[in-house]
């Protein structure tokens, strides 16, 4: 472990602890989401308790805020991503505490010689989280000065992992078209923007194309009787493959996942 990474581990602990003995009950905390990364240009990427934090008017009702850190090849702080949490709220930078940051990955998608870093936090505890948030950040410099922000040539996706679909070295990024959380299709569908050596992302290359191949390798028969995992599969592939489904649920009980997936239409077509 670098020294930088351990003055962040020892920062977190010593908040856990002063928090442990200044309250009558603080909620427990996994210190395996606190990851820390340093780059090749020898910056350093962390993840940081700052906080507890009353989540209600009930006395035990609290949560741990924590915050990505950069810090400077000398171990100084360089910027630190206004109310971000375990949350990593896209765009709006909100705080919901109760959630896990579930994944992170550290990696130089635009060649600078420091890194971006992907996060994923969620909430609840079942197969389907109840809540999901995805963003990749990058370090910012402009007339403002430096921040951290959302990496713009990410921004735009609905992200909920990320891997090397090609093999080529470079992680992609794993995307929703139909939302995350219990509110999207109960699909295990995933596709891909592929990551390309100039920094950006491609959901119609031929990579990508080649990885909606694999989700989606026959064009399926629909059968919209019931609604379920393998339906939502059949109807996001039938749309991967070109058809209209907007008016599949005219004159139908769809539930609230469905009517939304009728009325998107992916970016990736394999007609």
């Not at 962390?46 to 009353?54: E, H, N, Q, T």
């Not at 430096?146 to 909920?160: D, K, M, Q």
């Not at 569908?189 to 959901?203: I, M, Y």
């Not at 939502?232 to 008016?247: N, P, T, Y």
Request: net charge negative.
């Amino acid at each position: 472990m670098s020294g930088a990474c351990k003055t962040l581990l020892d920062a977190s602990q010593k908040k856990l602890d002063d928090a442990k003995s200044a309250r009558a009950c603080t909620p427990e905390f996994d210190k395996a989401q606190l990851q820390c990364h340093t780059a090749s240009n020898g910056a350093t990427w962390g993840l940081r308790v700052d906080d507890v934090v009353d989540l209600g008017a009930e006395p035990c009702k609290t949560g741990w805020l924590v915050r990505l850190v950069h810090l400077d090849v000398n171990g100084a702080e360089t910027a630190v991503v206004p109310g971000v949490s375990a949350n990593i709220r896209a765009h709006t930078y909100n705080v919901a505490i109760d959630m896990k940051v579930q994944d992170v990955l550290f990696f130089d998608w635009d060649g600078d010689g420091d890194d971006e870093v992907f996060t994923r936090g969620v909430r609840g505890t079942g197969d389907v989280p109840e809540e999901e948030r995805s963003q990749v950040w990058s370090l910012q410099t402009g007339d403002a000065g430096t921040r951290l922000a959302p990496y713009a040539p990410a921004a735009s996706f609905t992200l909920i992992g990320t891997q090397d679909v090609d093999a080529d070295g470079r992680p992609d990024l794993i995307v929703s078209y139909w939302g995350t959380g219990l509110a999207a299709p109960p699909t295990s569908r995933r596709f891909a923007a592929h990551s390309l050596k100039d920094g950006t992302f491609s959901l119609k290359d031929a990579a990508a194309v080649t990885w909606a191949e694999k989700q989606c390798p026959s064009d399926p028969t629909l059968d919209l009787s019931s609604f379920d995992g393998a339906v939502a599969d059949a109807m996001i592939c039938s749309e991967i493959w070109g058809h209209d489904l907007s008016k599949s649920c005219a004159g139908k009980s769809c539930p609230p996942w469905a009517e939304k997936l009728v009325k998107t239409k992916p970016p990736v077509s394999l007609k």
